[in-house]
T-cell receptor
Framework: QKEVEQDPGPLSVPEGAIVSLNCTYS??????FMWYRQYSRKGPELLMY????GNKEDGRFTAQVDKSSKYISLFIRDSQPSDSATYLC????????????FGQGTRLTINP | DADVTQTPRNRITKTGKRIMLECSQT?????MYWYRQDPGLGLRLIYY???????NKGEISDGYSVSRQAQAKFSLSLESAIPNQTALYFC????????????FGPGTRLLVL
């Protein structure tokens, strides 16, 4: 079993829809949770991060972590065609030299 | 100019050939990483380096080697390329502490025939 599981999609929704992207993880030591966005033929870029449980909002994007169920979510409101990309969740622990563990990535298309 | 650069951007090679992928960064970060990305498998860590004298294997290091020539340069070598090493390769850097945001290069698309 992978430490971080993410449905690879693809996911296709109409413009303006609310998008929900999700990951589950298995290691309770993970404390930092991130979402990276990767446009076609580009490297991933950090979109948002949260520390421990809770919500974090940035414009149309909301990241949510539920440590009790080991569930990570990214919500996109009023989705735009420019949001079309692959979204990767990632997580790491807090102790010492920790590496990021990535999910498989979900390919999202927003249709005009 | 981009903070993390990779050369070449595309490469076609034959089975058994030795090839090197190069990565340079201007962010001043000590930590550098090499990943490969395959459809449905996400990003998998090949090697990482926390400073010039520190090299560590990732989850899929077999068939690969690395060299950290300087703080700013980290190279990945395929000693004898095989077709299942066909993938998209990314270099990344990160700062110390906290979130340790990773900054990725544009990637190298490698095809092994």
């Amino acid at each position: 079993q992978k430490e971080v599981e993410q449905d690879p999609g693809p996911l296709s929704v109409p413009e303006g829809a609310i998008v929900s992207l999700n990951c589950t993880y298995s290691n309770s030591a993970f404390q930092y949770f991130m979402w990276y966005r990767q446009y076609s033929r580009k490297g991933p870029e950090l979109l948002m991060y949260t520390y421990s449980s809770g919500n974090k909002e940035d414009g149309r994007f909301t990241a949510q972590v539920d440590k009790s169920s080991k569930y990570i979510s990214l919500f996109i409101r009023d989705s735009q065609p420019s949001d079309s990309a692959t979204y990767l969740c990632a997580t790491r622990g807090i102790q010492g030299a920790q590496k990021l563990v990535f999910g498989q990535g979900t390919r999202l298309t927003i249709n005009p | 100019d981009a903070d993390v650069t990779q050369t070449p951007r595309n490469r076609i090679t034959k089975t058994g050939k030795r090839i090197m992928l190069e990565c340079s960064q201007t962010k001043g970060h000590d930590r550098m990483y090499w990943y490969r990305q395959d459809p449905g498998l996400g990003l998998r860590l090949i090697y990482y380096s926390f400073d010039v004298k520190d090299i560590n294997k990732g989850e899929i290091s077999d068939g690969y080697s690395v060299s950290r020539q300087a703080q700013a340069k980290f190279s990945l070598s395929l000693e004898s390329a095989i077709p299942n090493q066909t993938a998209l390769y990314f270099c990344a850097t990160s700062d110390l502490g906290g979130v340790e945001t990773q900054y990725f290069g544009p990637g190298t698309r490698l095809l092994v025939l």
